[in-house]
């Protein structure tokens, strides 16, 4: 981080593709505050009408797992096959199951 | 503790595997150095890439032509934002990665260093420096950091129009008058060599290449990178009526490829160097605009903090 205190600090931005959609995270940028940042994500990701929405994060607030963490958190659900629809052996003939 | 060498194991594990790294993950320095180097030297090259369009902006020989010039610009200025933010993500901050650029730490890629004299020199610059950037760009969308490879996603969607859009302001003008016919040949003239120069030197001697493949920040390598653009140039110019520069510019029949002539590298090292025809003016116009925006800088923070003050307040 910089201490320079007039740097602006690190916003990532959301977009709204469509209607009806989710937000998805297209990138970051700085801005001196949220509504500059929206300003800017306005101009630099959605030139070509990729958005109907924005949302933006000061980065800073994000909280992410560590990939350390990757085995413990996410290895629990590789033996609960059980929790797929193909894992049921459906008897022959049945319909719309 | 794991040691160092387990985890460059691992490491290269992930990259055979062809799994993208990402920011948190564990690398080595020197494939983090390898890329803070490469990702921003082409951020810098996005932002003072728009120095030599930006000369023709106010003389666009019509309304159509200046609407596309302005948004050609305005996406090299998103791409140089998008390629700044991958480039932080690997602990470097913005301010400092600007600082090289302003400093002449930092490079940025030799073709902007070239004058645009004429406005055929536009068409140029979209058709071979955007088309010779696509090559590289495309190849990069595979590259091994995740937030590289998704920036360079985004750039390749919208640079293709940039390519068009110069091979149709040559294409216009090699069917004009006499006169803008020799205005697009010399165009051609003048850019195709710096443009093949643009790939970098050659396989044997570029200094991060061997590096670059084995850990899939580059995937095919300059030489490689050179030949596909010159095969498909070739024919783009016959189309338009257009003779290539180089007397020993030949199709091979067995490799399947063109045989070209010998490529420059004093002029290459020369301008690299910071001897160019305009390297003196780049730096200039980018100093000038960063010092001049300081007070806006620091106006929006001042701004900013007002705000967020009386909100507290209120």
Known sequence: MSDNPNNWPLWEVFIQSKRGLEHKHVGSLHAADAEMAIENARDVYTRRQEGNSIWVVEAEHIHASRPEDAESLFDPADDKVYRHPTFYTMPEGAKYI | MTEVKDLEALFQAKIDAEQKIEPKDWMPEKYRKNLVRQVSQHAHSEVVGML????????????????????????????????????????????????????????????????????????????????????????????????????????????????????????????????????AQDALNRWWWPSLMMFGPHDGESAHTAESMKWKIKRESNDELRQKFIDRTVQQAEVIGLKVPDPDLKWNEERGHYDHGEIDWKEFWNVVEGNGPCNHERMKARIAAHENGRWVREAAVAYASKKARKKQAA
Not at chain 2, 95 to 104: F, N, Q, V, Y
Not at chain 2, 130 to 143: E, K, S
Not at chain 2, 149 to 178: D, N, W
Request: glycine residues 8%.
């Open chain 2, 52 to 183: 030599p369009e930006g000369n023709w902006i106010t003389r666009a020989p019509n309304l159509r032509r200046k609407a596309i010039l302005l948004a050609k610009v305005q996406d090299e200025a998103g791409h140089g934002l998008y390629l700044y933010s991958a480039c932080e993500t690997l602990g470097v901050t913005r301010e400092s990665t600007i600082d090289d650029l302003l400093s002449g730490k930092a490079k940025y890629s030799s073709i902007f260093n070239y004058p645009t004299l004429t406005w055929a020199d536009i068409g140029a610059i979209g058709w071979l420096v955007d088309g010779a950037a696509i090559m590289n760009q495309v190849m990069l969308t595979r590259t091994s950091y995740g937030p590289y490879a998704r920036a360079m996603v985004r750039i390749c969607k919208e640079e293709s129009f940039h390519q068009r859009q110069g091979y149709e302001i040559i294409a216009v003008l090699s069917k004009g008058t006499p006169e803008q016919k020799d205005m």
